[in-house]
């Protein structure tokens, strides 16, 4: 009703015909993006690229609530090496982006060889919002440390939806950020003009 575009965080999870057929319907959406974990399977993944119509499909990596021990049990490496990994095989699969935490995002970055995938991130929080919660939010940075990091889309949800008191209320949350995010932008672009590398 808005005119807004649509991202469906759905994670699809599932064997290649089940993940096609669910990429099939939601093109019909139209959505802007959708998403799917990487750890589904490389054909997983290309039949969902292959349906995807118009929308962006994006790969979910290791969630920020997974802390390195459990990363370990879970993939065998620790979330470094893992997103790395997946990185490498999501170049060559028809996805769009890859969403990690925002550390994660800045080792791609400066990694390089990845500039084709677009990086999305949650944990994004600024400093003010406080309430950080250890068991979801052990990766983070701050939104104006996240563009400085070349980090391409900041998620961020509870501190807009759920703001501190002081703070006031989900559009001046939501101004908040998007003044951080602007003083960033412009000490980008300030560094660059002047020879330097964000």
Excluded: Y
């Excluded at 998620?155 to 003083?183: C, L, Y």
Aim: proline share 6%; charged share 25%; net charge neutral.
């Amino acid at each position: 009703e808005l005119g807004l575009p649509i991202f469906l965080d759905l994670k699809l999870h599932d064997i290649p015909n089940t993940v096609g057929k669910a990429a099939k319907a939601i093109a019909r959406v139209n959505p802007k993006m959708f998403n799917v974990h990487a750890s589904t399977g490389m054909e997983s993944i290309k039949a969902a690229a292959a349906n995807k119509g118009s929308a962006q499909l994006f790969a979910v990596t290791v969630l920020t609530s997974i802390k390195e021990d459990e990363c370990v049990s879970i993939f065998g490496k620790g979330p470094d090496a893992k997103v790395l990994e997946f990185a490498e095989t999501l170049l060559a699969l028809g996805v769009d982006g890859i969403i990690c935490a925002p550390k994660e995002g800045l080792m791609l970055r400066r990694c390089g060889g990845f500039d084709k995938l677009i990086i999305a991130c949650p944990n994004i929080r600024p400093s003010w919002a406080g309430g950080t919660d250890d068991q979801d939010k052990n990766r983070q940075m701050t939104p104006d440390q996240a563009i400085m990091a070349g980090i391409d889309m900041l998620v961020i949800g509870r501190p807009i939806t759920n703001p501190p008191k002081e703070i006031g209320g989900v559009v001046e949350a939501a101004k908040k950020i998007a003044s951080e995010i602007e003083v960033a932008l412009q000490d980008i672009n300030f560094i660059k003009s002047n020879g330097g590398a964000a």
